[in-house]
């Protein structure tokens, strides 16, 4: 299933879950966001509010927001 919304650049896929935990991600998903074999992904969860994969240009931003940023 996909479901767009591209003028506010908002996009929904499903996927499904292989018996070893392994997800596809959508082709025209890999397209957009760049994504290609061997590429290393984070995958950020909550409890409430579910799973997300940001995009990997911000990685260090977001390894900022969670350990803080310069704290040693």
Do not use: C
């Amino acid at each position: 299933m996909k479901a767009t919304d591209e003028s506010q650049g908002r996009y929904a896929w499903t996927a499904r879950v292989g018996e070893k935990g392994q997800i596809v991600i959508p082709k025209e998903a890999r397209d957009l966001f760049n994504i290609h074999p061997g590429d290393t992904i984070l995958l950020l969860g909550d409890k409430e509010q579910g799973m997300a994969i940001p995009p990997q240009d911000r990685f260090e931003e977001i390894f900022g927001d969670i350990f803080g940023r310069g704290k040693n």
